[in-house]
């Protein structure tokens, strides 16, 4: 069973005999048809072994590390020098450190590839315009460039580093265009702006960011999931299930398959919202855990390594992020705010959102229509609604009573509302003030689903719908939620939440055999109580 690399460099996977998704088809089409690429993905998503990739086809061609490829026996390129440029390896807090390593890297480039002549400089723009000066006539290379936003992310909060770096870029990439010793150009990064020139009117650089003949280059598709992970699907049905692998059925790797893309699935990148991909990162390391740990776990792992961006933490230190917005299955935004964001400092939130993998495409891009956003899948999900509690409670409130169980799966009532207190009590009232039920069942859903809860707030049946349903494998709670700020009203609006679950029977749709546990609850906005004061079970069965 070949052994599954986080490795961004195709020569280390081939030499360690570990698994090469085949993307090569998609790398022979896309240098085939296109100069200049730009494609923005979220981070850990693939971008450095896609422009890894492509840079060892150009630079050694397909032997030895493209053997039984697509590709090895179609490639027909020249050999080409190759200049990689990462920019998270440059400073992100000094301009002068930027330069000097930007330009140590070109300068380390040309010594290597035997370009003389020059004139030395500090300026990036200027270093490079002088070593394409000295490239004689007819010679080319690639020009490769991993993350260029890095230093603009980073700076989101710091107005005047932020332009200085904008100004620096917008004067680069100038230099870059129309360049005749460029063959071949790809760009990556998570942001996709308007301020730097690489999208503005006239730039010759092509931006394949939802282009659905690519949409799935970068990423894991179900079938090749199935195809090169096959070993590691069986491996872990057997440990579930208790069977050798040879007695794993296909059946068995479908369901398997399916609850994975519950889990880690549904990103689209496709302007007509067809095709969509698995993370890789995620994917890679549920798999490996699996061969690890000798036991099926779906981990949180976007969240615990790739998934709190600096960017998004950034932007919310100086902005609250819409809460109630991000808890609707459907998010509209104008086609201009998602196809041309400017800068990181007037973007809109969602649209940040989406490129930084919270949120992802849930419509075709239509000039005419709103672009519909969505969150992505269970994970991304949790992830994001951890990130939120980070801004919206003051301290973390453990969900786990004795035993690392969840107060909600084994807790009575009192265990419960006991629970939403603490929680309430820790809350950030003067960002999030309280002053409605659609607000109280906004912050509580952040809590649960930070906890990876699999919540349901607003649950419809055919009589109406709930405000909070839980789900658990032999439980189901539901919670009515009411608001008053006056004690009198109190006993009025419990009786309100009581009758109002036994009239329209919530929780009682696909309830299965889980045991249903209703609570009808008060919560009185005070600012002396801001508690939970008066609740009641209507029914635990």
């Known amino acids: 069973m070949k052994i599954i690399a986080q490795s961004e460099n195709i020569e280390n996977l081939?030499?360690?005999?570990?698994?090469?998704?085949?993307?090569?088809?998609?790398?022979?089409?896309?240098?085939?048809?296109?100069?200049?690429?730009?494609?923005?993905?979220?981070?850990?998503?693939?971008?450095?072994?896609?422009?890894?990739?492509?840079?060892?086809?150009?630079?050694k061609g397909v032997e030895p590390y493209f053997k039984g490829t697509w590709i090895y026996d179609k490639w027909e390129q020249d050999k080409y020098p190759v200049l990689h440029l990462s920019f998270l390896k440059f400073s992100v807090t000094n301009l002068a450190d930027f330069k000097r390593e930007f330009c140590n890297e070109i300068l380390k480039f040309a010594k290597a590839n035997n370009i003389t002549g020059f004139d030395d400089d500090n300026e990036p723009k200027i270093l490079l315009g002088n070593v394409f000066s000295a490239m004689p006539d007819g010679r080319q290379l690639v020009l490769l460039i991993d993350e260029y936003d890095c230093q603009l992310t980073a700076n989101i909060n710091n107005k005047e580093l932020y332009e200085e770096f904008r100004t620096l870029f917008r004067a680069f990439y100038a230099v870059l265009k129309g360049e005749k010793h460029i063959k071949f150009m790809a760009i990556t990064g998570v942001t996709r702006l308007k301020d730097v020139s690489i999208f503005s009117?006239?730039?010759?650089?092509?931006?394949?960011?939802?282009?659905?003949?690519?949409?799935?280059?970068?990423?894991?598709?179900?079938?090749?999931?199935?195809?090169?992970?096959?070993?590691?699907?069986?491996?872990?049905?057997?440990?579930?299930?208790?069977?050798?692998?040879?007695?794993?059925?296909?059946?068995?790797?479908?369901?398997?398959?399916?609850?994975?893309?519950?889990?880690?699935?549904?990103?689209?990148?496709?302007?007509?919202?067809?095709?969509?991909?698995f993370s890789t990162y995620s994917v890679n390391n549920f798999l490996q855990d699996i061969a690890k740990d000798e036991r099926v776990v779906f981990g949180d792992y976007w969240y615990d390594v790739g998934g709190l961006p600096s960017i998004l933490m950034k932007y919310m230190e100086s902005h609250n992020l819409n809460i109630e917005n991000l808890l609707t299955s459907e998010i509209a935004i104008p086609y201009n705010d998602f196809v041309n964001p400017t800068s990181l400092v007037d973007i809109n939130e969602n649209v940040l959102m989406c490129q930084t993998g919270y949120l992802t495409l849930k419509s075709e891009i239509d000039r005419n229509e709103d672009v519909i956003l969505g969150t992505v899948n269970r994970e991304v999900s949790s992830a994001l609604f951890s990130l939120l509690s980070l801004r919206i409670y003051e301290r973390n409130i453990s969900p786990y009573a004795a035993g690392k169980k969840y107060v909600l799966e084994h807790g009575s009532a009192d265990d419960i509302i006991s629970l939403f207190n603490s929680v309430l009590a820790v809350l950030s009232y003067d960002k999030y003030p309280v002053r409605d039920e659609s607000v109280l069942r906004a912050l509580l859903q952040v809590y649960l689903l930070g906890k990876n809860h699999d919540v349901r707030v607003e649950q419809h049946n055919s009589r109406g719908r709930s405000d909070i349903l839980v789900n658990f494998p032999k439980r189901r709670v539901v919670l009515e939620l009411k608001y008053t700020d006056k004690d009198a009203e109190e006993q009025k609006k419990l009786a309100e939440a009581e009758k109002q679950i036994i009239e329209k029977g919530y929780g009682l749709e696909t309830l299965g055999d889980r045991e249903l546990l209703q609570i009808a609850c008060v919560f009185n906005g005070d600012k002396n109580k801001r508690q939970i004061t008066e609740f009641k079970t209507v029914r635990s069965a």
Do not use: W
């Open 14 to 59: 081939v030499d360690k005999d570990s698994i090469y998704v085949d993307k090569t088809e998609y790398i022979y089409n896309l240098t085939k048809q296109y100069d200049r690429v730009f494609i923005s993905r979220p981070r850990r998503f693939g971008k450095s072994l896609t422009l890894n990739t492509i840079g060892t086809l150009f630079e």
């Open 201 to 277: 009117v006239g730039s010759d650089i092509k931006d394949l960011s939802y282009d659905h003949a690519f949409s799935q280059m970068i990423g894991f598709t179900r079938e090749e999931i199935k195809k090169f992970y096959i070993d590691y699907l069986r491996l872990g049905v057997s440990f579930e299930k208790h069977v050798e692998t040879n007695a794993v059925t296909d059946a068995d790797i479908e369901e398997f398959l399916n609850r994975i893309a519950k889990q880690y699935d549904s990103y689209c990148f496709d302007n007509y919202y067809e095709k969509k991909v």
